[in-house]
Structures are given as structure tokens and as C-alpha cells.
């Protein structure tokens, strides 16, 4: 079994770093934040993601898990370095490598000799490659091992995964990679490390396509009277096609595809290339964004202003079973319903404080509440809760029972028989 350090307590290295520990690695784990260390060495879980906790309550315990201050500690007797660091975006879409390159420069001169420096931040094309340069030390190797974990679903994506990928100039180094992963069932592909970065890049950009392709074909169900639930169904017995990632929503977001799409884009920019499809996937998204907050509007009681209305909306995070709120669709519609004059309420069961720079938006700790004197109600998360609600109770606490359903949660007879007026997404 290796000793492991992995840099980045965020929810990728912490998955990443407790599921190592599960398989029977040597981990430790390194962040800045010394209160996030202390609260996870005492197996306190400081983000929402079903089966972490446990995970890492068994690792404390079996010694197989620590958490340390500071990259360095980690570092200084692991073989194995994984960098969990955050990428977030730059204002022009490029990532910003500030975080990533304060830990490489703490940790260059202190690495082991002979050791691995696994990069499972999602990183632009080239950093490997760059960062053989930059780091100076010919006995240490650099290999991409992207990850695939989605919130909310992470331990899972991490120990039963769809692939692996290992990225690697020297087959030695992508072998021991390989070895860590031993016991988990699933392909393994080896690559070199440009096409490893790009991997990952491309799966998020390709799915976050393929959201904006359903969403259109949505818009276009409904001028035609056909239901984007049947065609989506339709395509999606067609194994070239896939079933997945065609359920028309709001519009796409998270901290990974808006950021990541970006990046591509840059890379594809830098690289000379016109990414035009890539582009207009990127734009249309913002257009179904407003489209969605429009529809609300939209479907208020004839007569009514925005500015004389109330909308409910239920969900603030980017989806369901996550409390992450970067990025997140549901904020951007709402941000379009504010600037449409409208006042808006909002529930969500993982969000009970106000959120930054939206001061408009009131915040209920119940559904009910939201939808108090509401002209209508707008559904932008698919919380399994928000469909069991007690509609009839809704319908008397609001002013007009008029729902929208942006990612076609609800069964539309049941909620008309209740007397709402139900408006889905491409239905
Ligand atoms: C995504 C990828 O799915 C992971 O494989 C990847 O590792 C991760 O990014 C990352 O790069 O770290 P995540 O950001 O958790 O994971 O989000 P997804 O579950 O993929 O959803 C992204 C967006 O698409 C959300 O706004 C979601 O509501 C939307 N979506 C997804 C739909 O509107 N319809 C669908 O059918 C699926």
C-alpha cells in the first residue's frame, strides 16, 4: 500500500483522498484552512456528499486517514503527490493557476526523490508538460489523472467508475498510478498527458453540449407541439446517442461545465482554433437562462406586472443533492427574474442563509412559506421533496396556482386536477 498526499481538502480531494484511504492507502491529506482540518480530523465532514462521511469516520479510525495543515507536511515522506487544487476561472474564461502554482512552489524542492506528482485538478492542456519544466527535478514524473466525479454522487463516481484515465510520458510512472486503483473494477486508459488533460475538458464540454442541444430541441417541442420527454426517450434508445444528460432543465451550470467549456474555448483560442460549435453551445445556454426566467413571467396571471407579483421558486443550487451554489442555473434565472421587476421567494432544502450580492431574494425555511401569495411558482431543482409536496396545501397558500416546471419534475395531470395551471419544459 503507498503513501499518498493529497493537496486540497475541496471536494475533490477530499473524496479522492478518503476513498485512497478506503482502498487501503497511506493518506494524508493537506489544506491551508486550519479550521477545515481541525473539523475533518475530528470526522467532521465539511461538505454535502452521501457516503464521504462514513468513509472518512472509518478512515480516521483505522489509521489509514490524517489531515495536516499545509502542503509541505503532506509532501515530505509521500510517493505519490495529488494535486486537488482549484481552478476556478479567470475573467477572460482561461483558468487561473494562482492556487495550483503556490502549492507546486511550496512543495518542488521538498518532494521525495523519486516520487509522483499526480495532477487531478481539471487542468488546461500543456500544465503537465509545463510543470516537468518548471519543478526542475528529473527523478520526479508528472501524470494527468483527471477525475470524473460528480457532487452529489462522488464516492460512487470515485469506486465504481466509468474509466480511469492515467496520463504519463514514462509507462513506469503510469503504472504505478495504475496500481493504486487495482482494486477498483473498471478500464483503464493510458495516454500521454496532453490527451489526458484534454480528455476531461472534452467530456465536460460534450455533455454540457449536449444539455444545450435538448434544451433547443425543448423550445422547439413547444412550438411544435410535440413533448421533448418522448423525443428525449426516442433518441435515447439509440446506443450512439445515449440516454443520459438529455433531461431538459433551466439551463447548465455547476462549478465544471460553465468553467470548463471556458477553458476549452481558450485552449482551442490559444491554439489558433475558431471553436464556433463550442461557442454558440456556451451562448445559447445564457439564452435558455433567460428564456426560462422569461417563461415565468410569462405565465403570470393576464394583467399582472412582474412588479406587482410574486414568483415562489423552489431550488437555489446548481441541482439536486448538492449544496453548491456556484454557478448555479437557478440563481442565474432568478438574477433575469429580478431584472424583469419581479419579487421572488425562494426555498431550498440546503440553503438557509442569504446569498452573496442577491440581497433581493427572500429565503423561506419551507416551501409552503415561498409560495405564500405567490402569482406563481417555478421549479429549478429536481429535489425528490419538491415532488412529494402537498400541492393542495400550495394551491391555498398562493395567490394564483400557476406552476412552472423547469426541469419536469411533476406529473402535469395530477397537479391539473388539482386546478393548477401546469407549464412544462418543452411539453
Ligand atoms: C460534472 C461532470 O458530470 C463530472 O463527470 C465531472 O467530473 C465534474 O463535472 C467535474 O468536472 O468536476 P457536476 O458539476 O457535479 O459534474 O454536475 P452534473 O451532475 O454533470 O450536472 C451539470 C449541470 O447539468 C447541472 O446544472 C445539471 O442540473 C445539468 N443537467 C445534467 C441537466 O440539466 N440535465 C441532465 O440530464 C443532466
Known amino acids: 500500500m503507498a503513501d499518498i498526499a493529497v493537496i ?129 527535478r528529473t527523478d520526479v514524473e508528472i501524470v494527468s489523472n483527471p477525475e470524473f466525479l460528480s457532487e452529489g454522487n462522488a464516492v460512487q463516481d470515485f469506486l465504481q467508475p466509468s474509466r480511469i484515465v492515467i496520463g504519463a510520458e514514462s509507462q513506469e510512472a503510469a503504472s504505478s498510478v495504475a496500481a493504486l486503483f487495482k482494486d477498483i473494477d473498471a478500464t483503464t486508459q493510458i495516454t500521454g498527458t496532453e490527451s489526458s488533460e484534454l480528455i476531461k475538458h472534452t467530456a465536460n464540454a460534450f455533455l454540457a453540449m449536449k444539455l444545450t442541444f435538448i434544451n433547443e430541441i425543448a423550445t422547439l417541442c413547444e412550438l411544435v407541439g410535440a413533448n421533448v420527454l418522448d423525443v428525449a426517450e426516442g433518441i435515447g434508445y439509440d446506443p450512439r446517442i445515449g440516454s443520459t444528460y438529455l433531461r431538459p432543465g433551466p439551463g447548465w451550470g455547476g462549478s465544471c461545465f460553465p468553467k470548463d467549456s471556458a477553458s476549452l474555448l481558450q485552449t482551442a483560442n490559444k491554439a489558433g482554433f475558431d471553436f464556433e460549435l463550442l461557442e454558440k453551445a456556451i451562448t445559447l445556454n445564457q439564452t435558455h437562462l433567460q428564456r426560462t426566467a422569461q417563461k415565468v413571467v410569462d405565465a403570470l396571471p393576464q394583467g399582472k406586472e412582474p412588479e406587482n407579483s410574486k414568483i415562489a421558486a423552489l431550488g437555489l443550487t446548481f441541482k439536486a443533492g448538492t449544496d453548491d451554489l456556484r454557478s448555479s442555473p437557478s440563481l442565474a434565472v432568478i438574477e433575469h427574474l429580478f431584472n424583469l421587476n419581479a419579487r421572488v421567494s425562494a426555498y431550498d432544502p440546503m440553503v438557509n442563509l442569504p446569498i452573496e450580492n442577491m440581497s433581493k431574494l427572500e429565503i423561506t425555511s419551507t416551501a409552503y412559506e415561498a409560495a405564500s401569495n405567490a402569482d406563481a411558482l417555478v421549479i429549478l431543482t429536481e429535489w425528490q421533496e419538491f415532488a412529494d409536496l402537498n400541492f393542495e396545501r400550495i394551491r391555498e397558500a398562493m395567490r394564483h396556482p400557476i406552476v412552472v416546471d423547469a426541469r419536469n419534475l411533476l406529473n402535469p395531470q395530477d397537479l391539473e386536477l388539482l386546478g393548477f395551471q401546469y407549464i412544462g419544459l418543452g411539453q
Open 8 to 136: 486540497g481538502a475541496g471536494y475533490v480531494g477530499l473524496t479522492t483522498g478518503t476513498c485512497l484511504a478506503h482502498l487501503g492507502h497511506n493518506v494524508t491529506i493537506a489544506d491551508i484552512d486550519e479550521i477545515k482540518v481541525q473539523k475533518l480530523s475530528e470526522g467532521e465532514v465539511t461538505i454535502f456528499e452521501p457516503g464521504l462521511s462514513g468513509l472518512l469516520t472509518q478512515g480516521i479510525e483505522n489509521g489509514n486517514l490524517k489531515f495536516v495543515v499545509g502542503a509541505t507536511s503532506a509532501s515530505r515522506n509521500a510517493a505519490f503527490h495529488f494535486l486537488c487544487l482549484p481552478t476556478p476561472p479567470n475573467p477572460d474564461g482561461s483558468t487561473n493557476m494562482e492556487y495550483f502554482n503556490s502549492a507546486i512552489e511550496e512543495i518542488k524542492d521538498i518532494l521525495p526523490p523519486n516520487s509522483v506528482i499526480v495532477n487531478k485538478s481539471t487542468l488546461p492542456v500543456g500544465t503537465a508538460s509545463q510543470l516537468k519544466k518548471q519543478i526542475q
